[in-house]
């Protein structure tokens, strides 16, 4: 394969279309999300092989509680049971992996298996994938806030001081680069409350391909896409061009 010219440091996935793809079979929508992480497994395993640094996926939105309640079990149940097999494998790989997003609302017995997992995983370096669940762009920026006023409230900040580095630096993903490639399947074009900070300058790529069925060859379609844009942060064409 040969390496795209410039490689994301940070992808980061809206994972769309699980249910889509089980109806379009006439199957439970939960056997859509069984697929999708078999997706799950190969896209970590491609960004891992193309030296992508870090992966993060949006599994469980704050917003997803809303779904009829067979689904979020089932949903519940395939995190507790993708806890259980994958993450020896994740680990004997070198991957680093963290969960993102109000962990307090879920299960003690899923928290426990989840915090057990990062704490197992901590040291490895090879590629950092976040999994966000129950997690809300809206929410990170109010619990960085939130963080911020208490900092102040003890007299450890004056609150002239906050600034936008400040709050960066309390939000989720705060020690990792920034994603520079947002990829969403399933073939909306909105960005559903995920990363609303991070995702500032990243660049974003739609697909209607239904996450099941999003493997290493969708990832380097959406890889070659990333490498063929322009990148400004703001400058015009011609002064990136200049600085080359
Ligand atoms: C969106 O498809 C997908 C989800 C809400 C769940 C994502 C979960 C997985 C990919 C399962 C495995 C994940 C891990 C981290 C082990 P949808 O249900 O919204 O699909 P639809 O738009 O077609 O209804």
Same mark, same amino acid.
């Given at each position: 394969?040969? /390496?795209? /010219?410039?490689?994301? +440091?940070?992808?980061?996935?809206?994972?769309? %279309?699980?249910?889509?793809?089980?109806? +379009?079979?006439?199957?439970?929508?939960?056997?859509?999300?069984?697929? =999708?992480?078999?997706?799950?497994?190969?896209?970590?395993? /491609?960004?891992?092989?193309?030296?992508?640094?870090?992966?993060? !996926?949006?599994?469980?939105?704050?917003?997803?509680?809303?779904?009829?309640?067979?689904?979020? =079990?089932? !949903?519940?149940?395939?995190?507790?049971?993708?806890?259980?097999?994958?993450?020896?494998?994740?680990? %004997?790989?070198?991957?680093?992996?963290?969960?993102? %997003?109000?962990?307090?609302?879920? $299960?003690?017995?899923?928290?426990?298996?989840?915090?057990?997992?990062?704490?197992? @995983?901590?040291?490895?370096? $090879?590629?950092?994938?976040?999994?966000?669940?129950?997690? %809300?762009?809206? &929410?990170?920026? $109010?619990?960085?806030?939130? @963080?911020?006023?208490?900092? /102040?409230? +003890?007299?450890?900040?004056?609150?002239?001081?906050?600034?936008?580095?400040?709050?960066?630096?309390?939000?989720?993903?705060?020690?990792?680069?920034?994603?520079?490639?947002?990829?969403?399947? =399933?073939?909306?074009?909105?960005?559903?409350?995920?990363?609303? &900070?991070? !995702?500032?300058?990243?660049?974003?790529?739609?697909?209607?391909?239904?996450?099941?069925?999003?493997?290493?060859?969708?990832?380097?379609?959406? !890889?070659?896409?990333?490498?063929?844009?322009?990148?400004?942060? =703001?400058? @015009?064409? @011609?002064?990136?061009?200049?600085?080359?």
């Amino acid at each position: 394969m040969n /390496a795209p /010219a410039t490689l994301p +440091r940070h992808v980061a996935i809206i994972m769309d %279309g699980n249910g889509r793809w089980a109806e +379009r079979r006439h199957r439970p929508r939960s056997m859509g999300h069984r697929a =999708g992480q078999k997706a799950v497994r190969a896209s970590v395993r /491609a960004c891992r092989e193309r030296g992508i640094a870090v992966l993060t !996926l949006f599994a469980f939105s704050s917003e997803n509680w809303r779904r009829p309640q067979e689904e979020v =079990g089932a !949903l519940m149940e395939l995190f507790l049971h993708a806890l259980d097999s994958e993450v020896e494998e994740l680990h %004997g790989n070198s991957v680093r992996l963290r969960f993102i %997003g109000a962990l307090e609302a879920f $299960a003690p017995s899923l928290r426990e298996r989840m915090l057990a997992a990062m704490r197992r @995983t901590a040291d490895n370096t $090879a590629l950092a994938l976040n999994v966000a669940v129950n997690y %809300g762009g809206r &929410w990170d920026i $109010a619990q960085a806030a939130r @963080t911020l006023a208490l900092e /102040a409230v +003890r007299g450890d900040l004056d609150p002239v001081d906050i600034d936008e580095h400040r709050l960066a630096a309390q939000l989720c993903l705060a020690d990792l680069p920034p994603p520079d490639l947002l990829i969403r399947t =399933g073939g909306e074009h909105r960005i559903s409350n995920f990363l609303l &900070w991070q !995702l500032a300058y990243a660049e974003l790529y739609f697909t209607d391909t239904l996450w099941p069925d999003f493997d290493a060859h969708a990832l380097d379609a959406a !890889l070659d896409a990333y490498s063929h844009r322009e990148r400004r942060f =703001g400058r @015009t064409g @011609t002064q990136l061009r200049a600085r080359a």
